[in-house]
């Protein structure tokens, strides 16, 4: 499919779901898969609600390895807890970038104690994570939802606040799309109602408009 089929499967989709196509707009470039120097070009862009409570862009990239459809958002609250984690796919290992393997050092993968779940997913995080809370995030219905309920070709990176979901290979399709919002979302659900756990419901809610990261490019705080 050529870039410009990309982009129009994308905007169909964005405007059947209430989304709108942002012509030059950029997406941060704090997580590996979107590290500056790696991504050669966004070839289309949207960015609006994926539900009530979920601000996001959803982009055609191409980078280093091929490419791939991402949902970007922000979860602040998360940092706290997790300064950056990386989930991808076994089979996709070949694709990590520089960016990621500078991250990810010598000592950085987690073991969840599943053999099962080690036969689909690599892990890694920061050393400096509250680990019963990273523990309490990748539980055991969060193992078998990646493993069973995850997309194909899906993987998420969290890095300082901003939070990649992401799809192998230039998905304009409506059904991959639908796939990689509800993957999204869940994901997002999930990061909340840990943070909501340990902070209070108030704490874990999203930020208000405006302080999403999106609109200036700034950091979001929180």
Not at 12 to 25: I, M, N, P
Not at 152 to 174: D, I, M, N, P, W
Not at 201 to 208: D, M, T
Request: charged content about 25%; aromatic content about 8%; overall charge negative.
């Amino acid at each position: 499919m050529g870039d410009e089929d990309g982009t129009e499967g994308l905007a169909a989709w964005a405007a059947a779901h209430g989304l709108s196509v942002e012509d030059g707009a950029h997406l941060p470039r704090t997580t590996p898969l979107l590290a500056e120097g790696e991504v050669h070009s966004v070839d289309a862009l949207a960015g609006g609600w994926l539900s009530k409570y979920v601000e996001a862009k959803i982009a055609l990239i191409d980078r280093d390895g091929g490419h791939f459809t991402v949902a970007v958002t922000h979860v602040p609250k998360a940092k706290r807890f997790v300064p950056w984690m990386l989930c991808h796919r076994v089979e996709d290992q070949h694709l990590l970038g520089r960016a990621a393997l500078g991250l990810i050092g010598n000592d950085n993968q987690v073991d969840l104690g599943s053999a099962e779940f080690d036969q689909h997913y690599r892990v890694y995080a920061a050393p400096q994570r509250d680990d019963i809370w990273f523990h309490e995030l990748f539980s055991p219905a969060f193992i078998i939802w990646l493993i069973e309920g995850a997309p194909k070709g899906f993987a998420f990176e969290y890095v300082e606040g901003t939070l990649c979901v992401s799809l192998l290979g230039q998905r304009t399709v409506a059904e991959d799309l639908d796939g990689l919002r509800d993957a999204t979302v869940e994901l997002v659900q999930r990061i909340r109602a840990e943070i909501s756990e340990r902070l209070g419901p108030a704490q874990a809610a999203r930020s208000a408009p405006g302080e999403t990261g999106f609109q200036s490019g700034a950091s979001p705080q929180g």
